[in-house]
């Protein structure tokens, strides 16, 4: 396994730094939760930092996710139900009000120990956790993401997404 985040870190892949509440980056960590809900997001693949926001928020985790799909509110709840084992009724309610979606598939986990805000601030004093996403390749951005190139691995959680989209194509 890899031992920091730099050796299995794309140049090629936007890297991003998204927030998402705590409850789920642990699903995630665990792979209990191998897909993220959003209203409206990128639509490319990329890799991310994930800010957990709450109590004790902070960055320990990074995530590298496929294409994410993009689809009518029916669609997205039927995957959601299908692959996350999510409830169709809330999903479709949560994605109604605009009937359009995106399903972001979450392929691998990397855990790394804690970076809390307080110290993330204390090092980065422009650092600021983002309301949804924020790009970490841009130039004023480049401490910030070399930093967390060098933090070290503590565990791996890898989704099999071959299997999910073998799903979709007899399910859809």
């Known amino acids: 396994m890899p031992t920091k985040i730099l050796e299995i870190y794309d140049s090629l892949l936007p890297t991003l730094l998204i927030s998402i509440h705590q409850e789920y980056v642990t699903e995630i960590n665990l792979g209990t939760k191998v897909i993220e809900y959003r209203k409206s997001f990128f639509h490319d693949p990329f890799q991310a930092f994930v800010y957990s926001s709450g109590k004790g928020g902070g960055i320990a985790t990074f995530i590298q996710c496929d294409q994410p799909i993009v689809s009518d509110a029916d ?25 359009t979606g995106v399903i972001i598939p979450i392929q691998t ?10 110290q993330l601030r204390e090092q980065f004093t422009e650092f600021t956790a983002p309301q949804k996403y924020t790009f970490l390749d841009h ?9 967390l190139l060098e933090q070290p691995i503590i565990g791996k959680t890898k989704n099999n997404w071959h299997n999910y989209y073998e799903q979709l194509r007899q399910q859809l």
Not at 109 to 118: F, G
């Open 75 to 99: 669609r997205l709840a039927r995957i959601g139900s299908l692959v996350g084992n999510d409830d169709y009724r809330e999903l479709f309610s949560y994605f109604k009000p605009k009937n």
């Open 109 to 118: 986990a990397y855990q790394i120990p804690l970076l809390p805000l307080t």
């Open 139 to 147: 130039p004023n951005k480049q401490a910030l993401l070399n930093y």
